[in-house]
């Protein structure tokens, strides 16, 4: 599809970080777009400071008939739906054995039902129109999980068995389906825990916002079935597919022993 002035696009997630660059992208093409978020003044002030006229949508992902109410108010005042950019997510870094049940109920509530509520809410106004498309951003995690983010990796991996089939079964329907596999993007997702990374996560290696937001938008435009940004995380999940011990060895080269601590 081509994303141009009258695309009505709605993004969650869209405050700050990778949502917040993906609606500043589309508002730049003329897109009108959808902010969903939690917060309502940040969704506001971002609307206001946006070209263009956008709707805020303040709503928590984890709360299907919030979701539903939010996707069917933004098509009705845009006038349809096109594009739908299922981003929203959190993470809490934690090896499993100190993890609080609680942390890995809200990563699976918002990473993972979120993204199902979101196209659950969205996908009727698509295949209404037999046109659209839907992103969904998970995860390089997704292809290959970390020590101390293995409820994080389980809910991308989770995106990423659902969109895979979801765009099989869109075939024949005019709607579209593009998968993101970013990996460390320069945002505010981790801030509340940076004391307690682990040393496998490089901060210096993240790349702006911005640059996977234009990826994102021409990955959509050529219906691209998959993102892989930077390029790197595509030969994580090569070589983890051909062989998982092999890309054990390659991690504990590049990243150290603490992202494959076994070797056997």
Known sequence: MKIEPGTCALVTGASSGIGRAIAEALAR??????????????????AD??????????CDVGD????????????????GLDLVVANAGLTHYRTVAEQPLAEVEQMTRVNWLGTVYT???????????????IVVVSSGAGLRSFPAAAAYGATKAAQRGYSTALRHEL???GVSVTTVYPGEIATALHDHERDRMPPWY????ARPATTLATKILK????DRRELYHPPEVRLLGIVNGISPKLADRMLHRLRGASAAPRLD
């Open 29 to 46: 093409r003329g897109a009108q777009v959808g902010l969903l978020a939690r917060s309502l003044r940040e969704l506001e002030a971002l």
């Open 49 to 58: 400071a946006l070209p263009g006229r956008h709707v805020a949508l303040p």
């Open 64 to 79: 299907a008939a919030a979701v539903q109410a939010a996707t069917d108010r933004f098509a009705a005042e845009a006038g």
């Open 119 to 133: 196209v659950h809410a969205a996908l009727p106004h698509l295949l209404a129109a037999h046109r659209g498309h």
């Open 171 to 173: 075939a024949h329907t």
């Open 202 to 205: 490089r901060a210096k290696d």
């Open 219 to 222: 990955a959509v435009e050529h």
